[in-house]
């Protein structure tokens, strides 16, 4: 059974500094993984998409590797602000009906 | 419409009553998923369609739990005879085709609280 592990399940950081978000899978079969953010009260919000063969996408500050073999992923996010401040989750595909495994999340909160 | 929209937003509703959660995707969409985020559980898979039928309905966490959808648009979410460990956010997704493909749009979710 896939498992889906976030790492660390909350961070704070001042304002300009770099983040690093892991998250980790049990089964490399996937046909992709996905990076969302949710604010509190609020949807998901798709931030990167990384399809199985990729090794990594970037919009904006953003930048997602992709290790398949291994079972990791990282989200980069680049001189982070206070509005980055939501819970990020990690999901991986696992069929091809697009059927999500999601990961725990990490809650960020970027001070001023 | 212009999101995915699901109603109501909040739901308090008495344990052993029934509920129906409503879901409107994106026109033209043709994927459509519910999902459960609830304390300590995270997000779990609920169910799947593709047009009016569901492929995949193996989250249902039991029979009490049903789905349907019609015209290929709107989806509702049925539990019955409610139980408190039924209350959480359940959110409906849609895509255009095919979610490896396309990806998905969330809707804002509905927060069911069972008492």
């Known amino acids: 059974k896939q498992e889906v592990t976030q790492i660390p399940a909350a961070l704070s950081v001042p304002e300009g500094e770099n983040l690093v978000l892991n998250c980790s899978f049990t089964?490399?079969?996937?046909?992709?993984l996905q990076w969302f953010r949710q604010d509190p009260g609020k949807g998901l919000t798709s931030l990167l998409l990384i399809q199985s063969s990729q090794r990594e996408q970037t919009s904006g500050r953003l930048n997602a590797s992709l290790d398949k073999s291994s079972g990791r992923s990282t989200l980069y996010i680049a001189a982070s602000q206070p509005g980055d401040s939501a819970t990020y989750l990690c999901?991986?595909?696992?069929?091809?009906?697009?059927?999500?495994?999601f990961g725990a999340g990490t809650q960020v909160v970027v001070t001023p | 419409g212009a999101g995915v929209s699901q109603s109501p937003s909040n739901k308090v509703t008495e344990k052993g009553k029934d509920v129906e959660l409503r879901c409107d995707p994106i026109?033209?969409?043709?994927?459509l998923y519910w999902y459960r985020q609830s304390l300590g559980q995270g997000l779990e898979f609920l169910i799947y369609f593709q047009g009016n039928s569901a492929p995949d309905k193996s989250g249902l966490p039991s029979d009490r739990f049903s789905a349907e959808r019609t015209g290929g648009s709107v989806s509702t979410l049925t539990i019955q005879r409610t139980q408190q460990e039924d209350s959480a956010v359940y959110l409906c997704?849609?895509?255009?085709?095919?979610?490896?493909?396309?990806?998905?749009?969330f809707g804002s979710g509905t927060r069911l609280t069972v008492v």
């Open positions: 997704a849609s895509s255009f085709g095919r979610t490896v493909d396309y990806g998905y749009t």
């Open positions: 999901a991986v595909t696992t069929d091809s009906w697009g059927k999500l495994q």
């Open positions: 026109s033209g969409h043709t994927a």
């Open positions: 089964d490399s079969a996937i046909y992709n």
